[in-house]
């Protein structure tokens, strides 16, 4: 056969090996034996460059017969006679450097033809073409030939490993979807089908339930936008949540296709839930707080402007609260609270609707839906509070003081409806306690005041604490007619409100705890004061103070007044501290231990207001008292009414028995002074003998003996 016929035939046969479904070997296999036949050289093969690019390896070959081995593999690259970007003849070529030659020379090889092959843009390969035994010149058409030749190689191996990145990529993609924690499944964009699933999602029931579910929904979805964003889906047969998502991929055979992931969350919900428990709920009573108020009332007042409806919001604050949890102690005060925050969630219609604002505060809101039925919630809530309580098996009394502002009548704004509801609360408590009151526009003044007071309050006792001024009042001793004492009462002389007496004040600063400072403040000046009229002229005169049970039961009540005793340099003894029967209901072994402990630093001890209150006189005599005071109550009808003569001369008769001496307070008329003197009273405060003065109009008509240095 013609050498052109023989290589128009062999093309021919080499161009249909591009369809040929073999493997890469087996077809390049088949066309290096045509090349081979048509070339008729001693070797034809294709080398592999490595991955290094360093060295090569012969991967398809074909020798004629009886023909030198020709050792391709190992061989160094760059030693080849290789060129990368073009079919290069050793022997013909200029190009190739004398080195290179020789090399050549070396492994016996006379002719060498080498065709590059690309690919992915790159040369990994050569089709090759040695004879060992001699010199061949290449005429245009075998150039020609090899060129087709090294370009159907170069297809059929292009085809195969982009077709083998394919399978190996999945199968890597399987492995990496088997061993994610989440259920996978990849169906088609199309229909749905599924086109893949890993493991979790085969073994998993709710895992499987819950992809398939989305994916129904996924196509369901009128939006698709919706559809990918992240979904939580709660699996209810198993209870667990799964976080859903959805993404786009192009599968295997080029087909569109959606990845849908299901990762288990519940854990993680969990913790989300808990962490928004703790952020909403009050972690003593499990009610609500206050921030989950704030978030809550605004939507129950803008469902009620919607539906034209109403609403309300009840404050309730205990009624001495601090004596059962000061008194009993810290954990039965939480129990109560604990208790109480119970009872209220019983009650009818309010369940889900309690908050616990802090301390002893809660809120009751009440939406529109129950608004019809505000008057009977109020009752219920009253008559809860007028049950006793169980403590350490005791039945307890905690009473509470209730404010009620409606919405949207008195106000739209949250904060505004709290604080109207509080400021009404205050004005119940104020009124003397166990009570309710709606909240009283018309009365805005007054609470207007309050705040007024509060502010200035706060603002006195921060930078202008002599806003507080202290007045005396003298007490005469009934046996000398002399005056042996005055009990120190303060006064604010406010820059911005004026001047106020302590009814105005005191229980304010009481409720807001900063009684405190102001106790402390006006002990000092006390000290001070009986220091120096000691030191001129009365050394034995007293000054009695009074103790707020607020600052009764403040940490280190006791260290406190030592230190302001020591900082003032008085004589203790010259000192009397007025505590009120209040206090005495607390634990007794608490109070006995406090009275005890500021006893010990010197000063004597009055019980003041006795006979308003509920002590009995079986407290009293476990007191170490020096000095009971009876309230004036009990002084203003003393010349009519035989019970309380009687009273008092019960009080004086137990006053020898237990060593205490007696002092009558609220004394304005001379009968009531002679009426007292008979039944053995020890002391007299009032009126009759002098109103509470500036310490210098004290020391002018109530101290005339007062030397100056
Ligand atoms: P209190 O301790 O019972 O003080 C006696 C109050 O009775 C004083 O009122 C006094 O001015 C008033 N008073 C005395 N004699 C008569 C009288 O013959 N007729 C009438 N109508 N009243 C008389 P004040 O100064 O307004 O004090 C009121 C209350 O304020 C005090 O009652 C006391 O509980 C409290 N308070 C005053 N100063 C202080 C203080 O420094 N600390 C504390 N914690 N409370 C204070
Ligand atoms: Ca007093
Ligand atoms: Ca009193």
Not at 141 to 146: A, P, V
Not at 612 to 626: A, C, E, F, H, R
Request: hydrophobic share 40%.
């Amino acid at each position: 056969m013609e050498k052109s016929s023989l290589r128009e035939k062999l093309l021919a046969e080499i161009v249909e090996l591009l369809e040929d479904a073999g493997g890469f070997t087996e077809v390049t296999q088949l066309i290096v034996d045509k090349v081979a036949e048509y070339l008729q050289m001693t070797h034809v093969c294709v080398i592999q460059i490595n991955q290094e690019r360093k060295r090569l390896i012969k991967i398809v070959d074909w020798k004629h017969e009886g023909a030198l081995d020709l050792l391709i593999d190992g061989m160094v690259y760059k030693d080849f006679a290789l060129v990368d970007d073009e079919i290069c003849i050793a022997h013909q070529c200029e190009d190739m450097t004398e080195q290179r030659q020789n090399q050549m020379k070396e492994y016996g090889i006379c002719t060498s033809i080498t065709v590059p092959i690309y690919i992915n843009d790159q040369v990994a390969m050569y089709l090759a073409a040695f004879d060992l035994e001699k010199t061949i010149q290449f005429d245009e058409h075998d150039i020609q030939f090899l060129n087709i030749s090294g370009k159907v190689i170069q297809n059929v191996a292009q085809k195969k490993v982009t077709k083998n990145s394919l399978l190996s990529s999945y199968e890597v993609l399987k492995e990496i979807l088997s061993s994610i924690g989440s259920g996978i499944i990849v169906c088609s964009a199309q229909d749905g089908s599924i086109l893949f699933e890993n493991d979790i999602a085969k073994t998993s029931q709710e895992v499987r339930r819950t992809i398939k579910d989305s994916i129904e929904r996924f196509f369901g979805a009128k939006s698709n936008q919706k559809a990918y964003s992240l979904l939580e889906h709660y699996d209810s047969i198993s209870g667990l949540w799964f976080e859903v998502k959805f993404s786009d991929l192009t599968w295997i055979d080029g087909s569109k296709a959606l990845v849908c992931t299901a990762h288990d969350v519940t854990q993680k919900k969990k913790n989300q839930q808990r962490i928004e428990y703790q952020a909403n709920n009050d972690f003593l009573t499990g009610l609500y707080n206050r921030m989950k108020c704030e978030q809550d009332v605004p939507k129950e007042i803008e469902k009620a402007i919607i539906e034209e409806g109403k609403g309300a919001i009840l404050f309730i604050d205990l009624d001495d609260f601090k004596h059962i949890n000061d008194g009993l102690g810290h954990q039965y005060g939480d129990i109560l609270l604990q208790q109480i925050a119970a009872g209220l969630q019983s009650l009818y219609g309010i369940k889900g609707h309690c908050y616990r604002m802090g301390g002893d505060e809660f809120i009751v809101v009440i939406d529109t839906d129950n608004y019809k039925n505000l008057d009977k919630t109020i009752k219920n809530i009253i008559e809860m509070f007028n049950s006793p309580w169980y403590l350490m098996e005791t039945e307890y009394y905690c009473t509470m003081s209730m404010g009620v502002a409606v919405f949207p009548d008195d106000s739209a704004d949250c904060d505004e409806l709290i604080r109207m509801a509080d400021i009404a609360m205050y004005d119940a408590k104020k009124s003397g306690k166990n009570r309710y009151g709606y909240y009283d526009r018309s009365r805005s003044n007054n609470t207007g005041k309050r705040l007024d007071i509060e502010n200035s309050m706060r603002q006195a006792i921060a930078s202008q604490i002599d806003e507080f001024v202290v007045f005396y009042q003298p007490v005469m001793d009934v046996h000398t007619n002399q005056f042996v004492s005055c009990e120190a009462l303060v006064r604010w002389n406010s820059a911005a409100l004026g001047f106020l007496g302590p009814g105005e004040f005191i229980p304010l600063a009481e409720y807001l705890g900063l009684i405190t400072s102001i106790g402390d403040y006006v002990l000092e000046e006390a000290c001070k004061q009986c220091k120096y009229w000691n030191e001129h002229g009365y050394p034995d005169f007293r000054i009695n103070v009074n103790l707020s049970v607020v600052q009764l039961l403040q940490k280190d009540v006791v260290g406190n007044i030592s230190s302001i005793l020591t900082k003032t340099g008085v004589n203790p003894k010259n000192i009397v501290l007025e505590i009120t029967e209040s206090f005495a209901i607390n634990d007794m072994d608490r109070v006995l231990n406090i009275i005890g402990g500021i006893k010990a630093l010197g000063p004597l001890i009055a019980l003041d207001d006795f006979g308003t209150g509920y002590s009995s006189l079986n407290y009293i005599k476990q007191l170490p008292l020096d000095l009971i005071k009876v309230d004036k109550t009990f002084i203003d009808d003393i010349i009519d009414d035989e019970y309380a003569q009687a009273f008092i001369k019960l009080i004086v008769d137990l006053s020898k028995t237990i060593g205490t001496k007696i002092v009558v307070e609220g004394v304005e008329k001379e009968e009531q002074y002679y009426l007292l003197k008979e039944l053995g009273v020890n002391y007299i405060q009032g009126y009759l003998f002098g109103k509470p003065l500036s310490s210098v109009e004290f020391e002018q008509i109530n101290l005339q003996g007062l030397t100056r240095d």
